[in-house]
Nanobody, 127 residues
Framework: QVQLVESGGGLVQAGGSLRLSCAASGRTFSSYAMGWFRQAPGKEREFVAAIRWSGGRTYYADSVKGRFTLSGDNAKNTVYLQMNSLKPEDTAVYYC????????????????????WGQGTQVTVSS
């Protein structure tokens, strides 16, 4: 069982930056993949980025590539999503999630493949 708690959301102007945190606790998760998703009002939940808990390669959605950076601090059991050059269309509730069935190959981008979810943190980007 894994518990995830997001933090760091808020209100920023377009072009600004935010850093989101996802703190994990519970059972061993070193082999898991950790994904970030977001959901805007009236829209489906959308994949943002993924990384192994143990570190290494990352994968980003085209919409955020070059602007967002995913990293982890194993000592703190925390994954960070650094968001730069924010746009109004980035406005959404951001969720972190854990995929316990990650095989070590391709990251999965569909929400249904992730078993553990945080409650989300609101990011609002004003124009």
């Amino acid at each position: 069982q894994v518990q995830l708690v997001e933090s760091g959301g808020g209100l920023v102007q377009a072009g600004g930056s935010l850093r989101l945190s996802c703190a994990a606790s519970g059972r061993t998760f070193s082999s898991y993949a950790m994904g970030w998703f977001r959901q805007a009002p009236g829209k489906e939940r959308e994949f943002v980025a993924a990384i192994r808990w143990s570190g290494g390669r990352t994968y980003y959605a085209d919409s955020v590539k070059g602007r967002f950076t995913l990293s982890g601090d194993n000592a703190k059991n925390t994954v960070y999503l650094q968001m730069n050059s924010l746009k109004p269309e980035d406005t959404a509730v951001y969720y972190c999630a854990a995929d316990r069935d990650y095989s070590g190959s391709a990251y999965r981008t569909q929400p249904r493949f992730y078993q553990y979810w945080g409650q989300g943190t609101q990011v609002t980007v004003s124009s």
